[in-house]
């Protein structure tokens, strides 16, 4: 303490109005509120609120716009997402402003001018402020345009400049109901603190990704060199050699290892579908949340999963829903390659429901609907294709939520894929062909969980050895119709593993294992094998260790170029999302 008497709230309030605190800014919104009080409790009251208000506004403003760049939304979704994001940053800033006054109230006990304390906790709580707002806008500033990233950096410093001030403003308040004497005159040191600090995020916040953030650049020509060679991808997913018995055979030690930054499968199909990272493709996570009032379903970002997830779903103002064809930013390589002019056939690969072309697209949604007779709007392209397919499917007599069901799942998907698949291949004849085989991984992850009885776990350990043997032979055998020049086995180990490896065969392979891989090689691999020229803009780029000398391309363009966004049918996202649950992916 100073030791002074402490002064009266008429006395403090004339004094900060002598003084001039109540001509700046943001500090004399909230001081004005608190000074027009006619007690010391109401005026903390007022100014607790206004400083609240401008928290929480720029709170709510900065994760509206990260969570819109993540996830495509338009300025109207943007809006309906803020105002419902505004709600819940009131809550959290009014905790923030009550600790705010607590930490004013302790440090001005010590000795020091009312400016000088404000000034010290409205720094510290501006480089906390910033370095959170930094962090987060990290991801949505890769995916982001020019337009994007400038509206990303000036809300983030907008964010930090009015934390400076906010923390001021609550502390003076706190100073002056507490009767502590504010001596020095409102000098420009608290505005400029906080117009550098919003400054230092704002830059930091830009220049911390801009070296991985690429031009797409304009669409380019694909002269793609001529040949007639066919490449086949076939991608096994949650693979054990365990899973055979010994002496079996499985694909022993032979081709590549790899590692996975994410273990959701959603982001890591995509990746080595697409040569690119989660923040340029955009698929993240299984998980999205339909917002009422906003168009698209978004996926949370800075913070505010919970309030997303779980509190908004709990009142009925949001729903639960899942990735589509529509979260992918960045073409795969099946629409590289149609756009090259090179047939492409794609069966059940995450994020092709609904599916759209040029290539053919059976989706990963197609089993379930056929089996169920629903409508195939948007299950296949083109549509003939899907309908074909559809004829392929079977049902089954399991009761829904048994294991027997689960196993009839899992096993029936990966069949119905590999008919399709094969039927598609012999008579279409397409140069590039990818196919998913997710049964592995449904049955691993089933076996793996905590709750199972022993004699489920029996059932499962048997369906994961048919299941492996199954698909060891497909992924063994020719192919009907001619089989492929070069063939790309994914043995990914699934959910619960951060690794796989891929095996390369056939005249275009290299016939040894190749040096270093990784999952957002495969794509510029692929296309290189079939004369599609590489992407400078891709983070991937070709394995040349998997492919015999001389037989890619080595010629590059500067993108591959945007992805056509096309008009997507009408979908039934309950009954995507319950499928998806029936199968162990959500919960």
């Not at 099946?334 to 290539?359: C, E, F, M, N, Q």
């Amino acid at each position: 303490m100073t030791g002074e008497p402490p002064l009266s709230f008429e006395e403090a309030r004339e004094r900060l109005r002598q003084r001039g605190y109540l001509d700046r800014g943001v500090e004399g919104a909230v001081l004005k509120g608190a000074l027009a009080s006619r007690t010391r409790a109401r005026a903390l009251l007022k100014a607790a609120f206004v400083a609240t208000l401008f928290l929480a506004s720029a709170l709510a403003a900065a994760q509206a716009v990260m969570t819109a760049l993540a996830s495509g939304l338009g300025p109207r979704d943007a809006l309906a997402l803020f105002a419902w994001l505004l709600a819940g940053a009131a809550a959290f800033g009014a905790l923030v402003v009550s600790c705010l006054m607590a930490l004013a109230w302790l440090r001005g006990r010590s000795r020091g001018g009312g400016d000088q304390v404000a000034t010290e906790i409205g720094v510290a709580f501006g480089l906390v402020s910033g370095g959170f707002a930094a962090l987060a806008a990290a991801p949505a500033l890769e995916i982001a345009g020019a337009a994007g990233a400038v509206a990303l950096v000036a809300v983030v410093a907008l964010l930090v400049f009015l934390s400076v001030r906010v923390a001021r403003s609550v502390t003076l308040t706190v100073l002056v109901t507490s009767g502590r004497e504010v001596l020095e005159r409102p000098g420009k040191k608290g505005a400029l603190v906080a117009l550098g600090l919003a400054a230092l995020a704002a830059v930091g916040a830009f220049l911390g990704t801009s070296a991985a953030r690429r031009n797409e650049g304009a669409d380019e020509p694909l002269v793609v060199a001529s040949g007639r060679s066919r490449v086949v991808v076939v991608g096994i997913d949650g693979w054990s050699d365990r899973f055979l018995p010994a002496g079996a055979g499985g694909f022993g030690a032979a081709g590549t290892a790899y590692a996975k930054e994410q273990l959701d499968p959603a982001a890591v199909w995509t990746t080595a579908a697409t040569g690119e990272g989660v923040a340029r493709h955009g698929v993240g996570s299984l998980d999205l949340v339909r917002v009422r009032g906003v168009g698209v379903p978004v996926k949370p970002e800075a913070g505010t999963g919970w309030y997303l997830r779980r509190l908004l779903p709990a009142i009925r103002m949001a729903r639960p829903e899942s990735v589509t064809s529509a979260s992918r930013r960045v073409p795969a390589a099946w629409d590289v390659s149609a756009r090259a002019g090179i047939a492409a056939l794609v069966v059940g690969w995450w994020t092709t429901y609904p599916a759209t072309g040029p290539a053919t697209v059976l989706s990963n949604h197609l089993y379930f609907a056929a089996r169920a007779g629903a409508p195939l709007t948007g299950e296949g392209w083109p549509p003939e294709a899907g309908v074909r397919a559809a004829k392929l499917a079977h049902g089954t007599a399991a009761p829904a939520g048994s294991v027997e069901r689960l196993v009839a799942d899992a096993s029936g998907l990966d069949a119905f894929s590999i008919a399709a698949f094969e039927e598609a291949w012999e008579k279409d004849r397409p140069r590039l062909g990818l196919i998913y085989l997710p049964g592995l991984d449904i049955l691993g992850s089933a076996l793996s969980e905590p709750g199972r009885s022993a004699p489920d776990r029996v059932v499962l350990a048997r369906a994961l050895t048919a299941e492996a043997e199954r698909l060891r032979d497909f992924a063994s055998k020719p192919l009907p119709g001619g089989d492929a020049d070069l063939r790309l086995l994914l043995l990914d180990g699934g959910r619960h593993e951060r690794s796989g490896r891929v095996v390369a065969s056939g005249p275009l392979a290299a016939g040894v294992p190749a040096g270093p891989f990784r999952l957002v090689d495969l794509a510029p691999t692929v296309l290189a094998a079939l004369g599609v020229p590489s992407s400078r803009s891709c983070e991937g780029r070709v394995a040349s260790g998997l492919l015999s000398p001389g037989t890619a391309t080595t010629s590059t363009v500067a993108s591959w170029g945007r992805l056509r966004a096309a008009g997507a049918p009408p979908i039934d996202p309950k009954e995507y999302v319950d499928n998806l649950r029936s199968l162990g992916y959500l919960k």
